[in-house]
Antibody
Framework: EVQLVQSGAEVKQPGATVKISCKVS????????MHWVQQAPGKGLEWMGL????????VYAEKFQGRVTITADTSTDTAYMELGSLRSEDTAVYYC??????????????WGQGTMVTVSS | EIVLTQSPATLSLSPGERATLSCRAS??????LAWYQQKPGQAPRLLIY???NRATGIAARFSGSGSGTDFTLTISSLEPEDFAVYYC??????????FGGGTKVEIK
């Protein structure tokens, strides 16, 4: 079964750093970009960035540049998203998502279950 | 970065009615646009990719059209399970991945 399994919920203080993992199974990790998406309570989807697990190339959204680090570990088929200098506005569900087009021409679109991060003093 | 603007923000319709959702890009994304449906407490679900291709398992009442900067998602006859929030996402210009602000389809 193709799936992405994310690490559990986190509670952090303002100014801290959170690191979320996304373990892949059921497909070849290096075949598709891994994206990270933020969704604050009651708000829309905010794209944070992506990593190409094949070559390690990373792109960040301007909004998160300087605060986010996305990595991919091909030895464990796991992607990570680290967000620093946390503030209350970062309270959100964070999703990893493997997105792309398969060799068949069909969309490949697999999302993790989401990780809730609460920033509170 | 490309900005995607969705309209309307909210669409109030009755089951059986036709829903037309719009997504406009600040610059051309060719046909590299996707549509997602999201229900409360769930991850987004892909409906349409490359502007007009239905994803696997998606009902035929969902259709997408458009190219360049203007795109439309049409739900031909709303079913009760279609009331949700819909997002467009561009996968063209680098960086790919930007989402629109969403359209909520609610029961009238």
């Amino acid at each position: 079964e193709v799936q992405l399994v994310q690490s559990g919920a986190e509670v952090k203080q303002p100014g801290a750093t959170v690191k979320i993992s996304c373990k892949v199974s059921g497909y070849t990790f290096t075949d598709y970009y891994m994206h990270w998406v933020q969704q604050a309570p009651g708000k829309g989807l905010e794209w944070m960035g992506l990593v190409d697990p094949e070559d390690g190339e990373i792109v960040y959204a301007e909004k998160f540049q300087g605060r986010v680090t996305i990595t991919a570990d091909t030895s464990t088929d796991t992607a990570y998203m680290e967000l620093g200098s946390l503030r209350s506005e970062d309270t959100a569900v964070y999703y990893c998502a493997a997105l792309g087009i398969a060799a068949t021409g069909d969309a490949f679109d697999i999302w993790g279950q989401g990780t809730m991060v609460t920033v509170s003093s | 970065e490309i900005v995607l603007t969705q309209s309307p923000a909210t669409l109030s319709l009755s089951p059986g009615e036709r829903a037309t959702l719009s997504c406009r890009a600040s610059q051309s994304v060719n046909n590299y646009l996707a549509w997602y449906q999201q229900k409360p407490g769930q991850a987004p679900r892909l409906l349409i990719y490359d502007a007009s291709n239905r994803a696997t398992g998606i009902a035929a009442r969902f259709s997408g059209s458009g190219s360049g900067t203007d795109f439309t998602l049409t739900i031909s006859s709303l079913e009760p399970e279609d009331f949700a929030v819909y997002y467009c996402q561009q996968r063209s210009n680098w960086p790919p991945g930007t989402f629109g602000g969403g359209t909520k389809v609610e029961i009238k």
